[in-house]
């Protein structure tokens, strides 16, 4: 029984290139190509049909289903994963003192629960001479006001700082 147990584990083992190819062919969904790179060697066409082979093949069949079922769970483009994988990278990067990276991470996590909202109002009216006389006035008013921004220091120090 064992015996048998063993051959019958050796029968679904992949060899090295087969292994390579399902990994390949699960990712670019080409033959020729995931047979390169999976280090087969020949013409595009003998690639092709070496590929077309050897995916025909049941262990093989069966073990690409089972690539192609984790690379379907890897491409997972929901917003739920969005959302997990921009809270990863705000964890992240706060931990490496990244945080920069952290507050976009974040700002971003925002964005999509809706806390930022870009508004903007329009108004329109119409603006009779008395109206464009008061906000010429107030114009006036204001640029005669000097602003008092405190000490201004000069760029360069603040860098010093």
Do not use: C
Request: hydrophobic letters at 40%; charged letters at 30%; proline letters at 2%.
């Amino acid at each position: 029984m064992s015996e048998r147990h063993s051959q019958a584990q050796r029968d679904r083992r992949l060899t090295e290139k087969e292994a390579g190819l399902v990994r390949q062919f699960a990712r670019i969904k080409n033959g020729t190509k995931a047979a390169k790179l999976a280090g087969y060697q020949g013409n595009d066409n003998v690639l092709g049909v070496t590929a077309h082979r050897t995916l025909k093949k049941p262990k093989v069949k069966a073990a690409l289903e089972r690539e192609m079922a984790i690379v379907q769970a890897n491409t997972d483009f929901s917003a739920g994963r969005v959302r997990r994988r921009l809270d990863a990278l705000s964890h992240g990067a706060e931990g490496a003192e990244q945080f920069g990276v952290a507050v976009r991470a974040e700002e971003l996590l925002g964005k999509a629960a809706g806390m930022f909202v870009d508004q903007s109002i329009s108004l329109t009216a119409t603006l009779s001479g008395e109206h464009l006389q008061a906000l010429v006035q107030v114009a006036r008013q204001r640029q005669a006001q000097p602003l008092d921004l405190g000490e201004v220091k000069p760029r360069d120090r603040l860098l010093d700082e």
